[in-house]
């Protein structure tokens, strides 16, 4: 499995150790092999940058651990990360963070930021496969086309 990371016009140097935010889109009706995606995703809070994203068939934590440690190879160690308490938060989350010196917070505020952009997807990304959804064969492809969507649209997700 290998996550995708933002896209590459931000300039990965500018981004300070800040606080994260993680959370996980679970409400779309989007299926692959008849089973449901969902859309793992790491965004900084002060610049609304996205620093790493997967979508993903698991319900548990693989997806959110693979975008966990890509954004960590790619962008400065935050402080803290804010997270839910959903159930792709596991210990092996945990440990990472733990390793890092990065302070989890679970909480429910800081994901407003997080559900405007879930929103944007939804009504935007989301909608527009209704029309293709059906070419959309795996995983990958559906990471593939996100990514282009985030590179096309660098602003897109900016609130």
Do not use: K
Not at 28 to 33: A, C, E, N, R
Not at 104 to 119: K, M, N, Q
């Amino acid at each position: 499995m290998t996550p995708t990371n933002s896209p590459p016009g931000h300039d990965r140097q500018a981004i300070p150790p800040s606080i994260w935010l993680a959370d996980t889109m679970t409400g779309t009706d989007l299926t692959i092999g008849g089973r449901r995606v969902w859309l793992h995703m790491l965004l900084d809070s002060i610049s609304a940058t996205p620093l790493g994203h997967r979508w993903d068939h698991l319900g548990g934590g693989d997806g959110a651990v693979a975008v966990l440690r890509s954004a960590l190879a790619a962008y400065p160690v935050p402080h803290t990360i804010h997270m839910d308490f959903g159930a792709a938060y596991t210990s092996a989350y945990a440990m990472i963070c733990g390793r890092h010196g990065i302070r989890l917070v679970r909480s429910r505020d800081p994901r407003l930021l997080l559900e405007r952009i879930f929103g944007r997807i939804q009504r935007q990304f989301v909608q527009s496969l209704g029309r293709v959804s059906d070419s959309v064969t795996d995983i990958e492809h559906l990471n593939q086309l996100f990514a282009e969507w985030l590179d096309f649209y660098p602003d897109r997700l900016q609130t």
